[in-house]
């Protein structure tokens, strides 16, 4: 069982940069894959990034975002840059139980969600 929590500034001016992190809880994070999607109001979730359970791996939707987790803190970060007004929405973390170097693109291949945090860019 894998619980996980989203945290990170809110608020952002259009070109500036922020960091989301999602701290899981559970033994056995190291061995979850991870991945960041997001909804805006009236839109559909879509994915942002995912990391493999080691890091090895990852993909991104959106080139200037990245994705990066500390298993030894059992945390994900997706670190944002040159945001745009489209970029906000809600965030969400996703984990699931995957050893190797698969990544994961579609919310229903994940078992574990946060809660979300909103982000907003401002113009």
């Known amino acids: 069982q894998v619980q996980l929590v989203e945290s990170g500034v809110g608020l952002v001016q259009a070109g500036g940069s922020l960091r989301l992190s999602c701290a899981a809880s559970?033994?056995?994070?190291?061995?979850?894959?991870s991945a960041w999607f997001r909804q805006a109001p009236g839109k559909e979730r879509e994915f942002v990034a995912a990391?493999?359970?080691?890091?090895g791996s990852s993909y991104y939707a959106e080139g200037r975002f990245t994705i990066s987790r500390d298993n030894a803190k059992k945390t994900v970060y997706l670190q944002m840059n040159s945001l745009k007004p489209e970029d906000t929405a809600t965030y969400y973390c996703?984990?699931?139980?995957?050893?190797?170097?698969?990544?994961?693109?579609?919310?229903?291949?994940?078992?574990?969600w946060g809660q979300g945090t909103q982000v907003t860019v401002s113009s």
């Open positions: 996703a984990a699931k139980y995957a050893l190797g170097s698969q990544i994961f693109t579609r919310g229903y291949e994940y078992d574990y």
């Open positions: 559970g033994r056995t994070f190291s061995t979850y894959s």
């Open positions: 990391i493999s359970w080691n890091g």
